[in-house]
């Protein structure tokens, strides 16, 4: 059962670089979202999906891109970097409806340098 | 806007002690609440799930209980075992705006043997 999986698992960039962090769920769940999470501020609603080609913004979405072309996969991407992007970033999905369980993926660790 | 707070921040116990951890959030118009753990280093594995018209969900020896009217939410956690350790979330889901759960910093938990 691999549920919500995410890659890669750590990443290190350089200041100005692009990346894709990818996520993709097997279990056809319409709701998929992205979290970063900071030490002491839980976690923070970047962008989510409510189905393919449906995304809309979350709490902070300042220097994030996000694109829903199948159900499977939500990937996100980040513009430029930046330290301030240095973060872990989680995936997650729900199935059809907000009162459904979050599944979430294991988690990018990124640092920008 | 939305906001939720976990207190305490850390909490240690010995081994079969029966705790209380509390959620508060400022907005009662949620959808819904739910309990989170995650272990170190790991993503988020849901605990229990409360919509807006139940009051409790119980899980083995886990009770999520939900009170809307004084925007709170404790998980009781009977006989507390070391394999309890783990830092517990709650989040909010609120009612409009969107999907767009507010998380709490989480209460790290550790149980000693």
């Known amino acids: 059962n691999a549920g919500v999986t995410q890659t890669p698992k750590f990443q290190v960039l350089k200041t100005g670089q692009s990346m894709t962090l990818q996520c993709a769920q097997d279990?056809?769940?319409?709701?998929m979202s992205w979290y970063r999470q900071d030490p002491g501020m839980g976690l923070r609603l970047i962008h989510y999906?409510?189905?393919?080609?449906?995304?809309d913004q979350g709490e902070v979405p300042n220097g994030y891109n996000v694109s829903r072309s199948t159900t499977e996969d939500f990937p996100l991407r980040l513009l430029s970097a930046a330290p301030s992007q240095t973060s872990v970033y989680f995936c997650?999905?729900?199935?059809?409806?907000?009162?459904?369980?979050?599944?979430f993926g294991q988690g990018t660790r990124l640092t920008v340098v | 806007k939305q906001e939720v707070t976990q207190i305490p921040a850390a909490l240690s116990v010995p081994e079969g002690e029966n705790l209380v951890l509390n959620c508060s959030f400022t907005?009662?118009?949620?959808?819904?609440l739910q309990w989170f753990r995650q272990d170190p280093g790991k993503g988020l594995t849901s605990l229990l799930l409360?919509?807006?018209?139940?009051r409790e969900q119980t899980s083995g020896r886990l009770n999520a209980s939900l009170d809307k009217s004084s925007g709170r939410s404790t998980l009781y956690i009977a006989a507390s075992q070391p394999g309890d350790s783990a830092t517990y979330l709650c989040a909010a889901l609120p009612n409009t705006g969107g999907f767009k759960t507010i998380f709490g910093a989480g209460t790290r938990l550790f149980v000693k043997a």
């Open positions: 907005d009662s118009a949620i959808y819904n």
């Open positions: 409360i919509q807006s018209s139940q």
């Open positions: 279990m056809n769940h319409e709701y």
């Open positions: 999906s409510v189905g393919a080609g449906i995304t």
């Open positions: 997650a999905s729900n199935n059809r409806g907000a009162n459904t369980e979050a599944f």
